[in-house]
């Protein structure tokens, strides 16, 4: 990593109007999380000092899911699209006092590694443009290089026959020192094919004061933009194949690779098995030695070592699952810890609520936290036996080693080590059930 202080700019103000979307481009998820979250996460591995996005077309929303990928980051707002140029001029006095290197990303452009960006903050060059080897340049800016280094970048509606057969190409992403960039951003014009203020025209006003650009190439993958929804799917489907190459590597077993879904951020550790048709939503870590059996849905949530899931499992954020915990078909657990041992086999809800280490929970069992208003939570304690069919009426507890009757509805708290048992006493009335299926064909007979 560099020794020199770096700042991000990411550029995210644009319609993507190509996506046939009200929502904007960069909010299009990829791997679970919006595109511009990649641009983050990308950048996140150099440590910057601040980070600013520059907002444009639904501005409010894009503010918002920054706040939640990364908090601390600046939002500078481009009301106009003037042109990359312009949108990096809108981010500067948010940068101002910053000392160091600014590298400016796109929020549209996913796949740029660390290591490459990595490779342009570390360059010694005043101005460093990332580019790469086209197998088909088209309408790409072309990088003119000589042994002087980057002497400009045409833009493809500026370039000549001759510029146009270069296969070098721009990518957009640059590296510049904050000093260089203060002093050069005020004199870009628009005197070109689109009347935009060019944030590669800086390369030609830096070589015009005296200063070096050069070039870093990457491969022609990580350039990737996504401005179509097919650009989308065949970026989707790119992500899951690299990310299920990496997860075998690295010691994981996927039963059938191609029908597991991963999010940018899943993680998972050797040795854990992983079935058929599982989605890892965004936030989810899976321990050495887990089983995630198939049909599963997981997202936000924690799995110890030893733990089993599934099949047809649902983990929503807040679920911590202990060691050797099983948690069996059609569970729903919502923000809730299952401490060691702990088993929930089949068709139950748990919400807000904190089952003790080796509790069994029975069949249709049902934590009702929400009062429509409120949640409220329930706890369980080590080595309690919920019977099936029990609802548990939050806030309540039910004590260690105590036990609730099949069939109850449980509002008061059950001390350790006892019953609880709540529901009305059977009555049998004799005969009743035919006359009230008489009385009820000749209604409907009747009709």
């Not at 923000?335 to 069994?360: I, M, P, Q, R, W």
Request: proline fraction near 3%.
């Amino acid at each position: 990593m560099s020794d020199t202080p770096v700042a991000l700019i990411i550029l995210a103000a644009g319609q993507g109007s190509r996506m046939q979307s009200d929502l904007p481009k960069v909010l299009h998820r990829l791997g679970g999380v919006p595109l511009v979250g990649h641009a983050l996460a990308a950048g996140r591995g150099l440590e910057p000092e601040q980070v600013v996005v520059v907002a444009g077309h639904g501005a409010d929303l894009v503010t918002k899911a920054v706040a939640k990928l990364e908090p601390e980051a600046g939002i500078a707002l481009q009301t106009e699209q003037l042109g990359t140029g312009h949108a990096v001029q809108q981010a500067m006095p948010l940068l101002e006092g910053f000392a160091g290197k600014v590298i400016v990303l796109y929020g549209d452009t996913p796949f740029i590694s660390e290591t490459t960006l990595e490779a342009l903050a570390a360059h010694k060059s005043d101005v460093v443009v990332l580019g790469f080897e086209a197998a088909d340049p088209g309408r790409y800016g072309r990088l003119v290089v000589n042994d002087q280094g980057l002497q400009r970048i045409v833009e493809y509606k500026d370039a000549d026959a001759a510029t146009r057969q270069i296969a070098l190409v721009n990518s957009g992403v640059m590296a510049l020192d904050a000093a260089l960039l203060r002093e050069l951003i005020g004199n870009l014009g628009n005197d070109n094919a689109s009347g935009e203020y060019y944030l590669t025209d800086l390369v030609q006003l830096a070589r015009e004061a005296g200063r070096r650009a050069d070039v870093v190439t990457c491969d022609e993958t990580e350039t990737l933009g996504i401005n179509t929804r097919a650009e989308l799917a065949a970026a989707e489907a790119a992500f899951q194949a690299r990310r299920r190459t990496e997860a075998l590597e690295n010691g994981v077993t996927l039963i059938e690779p191609a029908t597991v879904w991963f999010a940018l951020d899943t993680t998972i550790g050797r040795d854990a098995v992983i079935g058929q048709n599982v989605v890892f939503g965004p936030g989810t870590t899976i321990e050495s030695g887990a089983e995630i059996l198939p049909f599963c849905h997981l997202e936000g949530c924690h799995i110890a070592s030893g733990a089993k899931v599934g099949p047809f499992a649902r983990l929503r954020p807040g679920a911590e699952l202990g060691g050797d915990v099983r948690v069996g078909n059609f569970v729903e657990i919502k923000n809730s810890v299952l401490d060691e041992g702990a088993k929930v086999g089949h068709l139950t809800y748990l919400g807000d609520t904190h089952v003790g280490e080796f509790a069994n929970i029975g069949a249709g069992t049902v934590t009702c936290n929400y009062d429509g208003v409120m949640k409220h939570r329930t706890e369980i304690g080590a080595n309690a036996f919920i019977g099936s069919d029990t609802m548990l009426v939050a806030p309540v507890r039910v004590g260690a080693g105590a036990m609730t009757a099949s069939g109850s509805v449980i509002t008061q708290n059950i001390p350790d080590e006892a019953l609880g048992m709540a529901r009305a006493r059977q009555i049998n009335k004799a005969g009743l059930a035919t006359r009230i299926m008489a009385a009820l064909r000749v209604r409907k007979d009747n009709k």
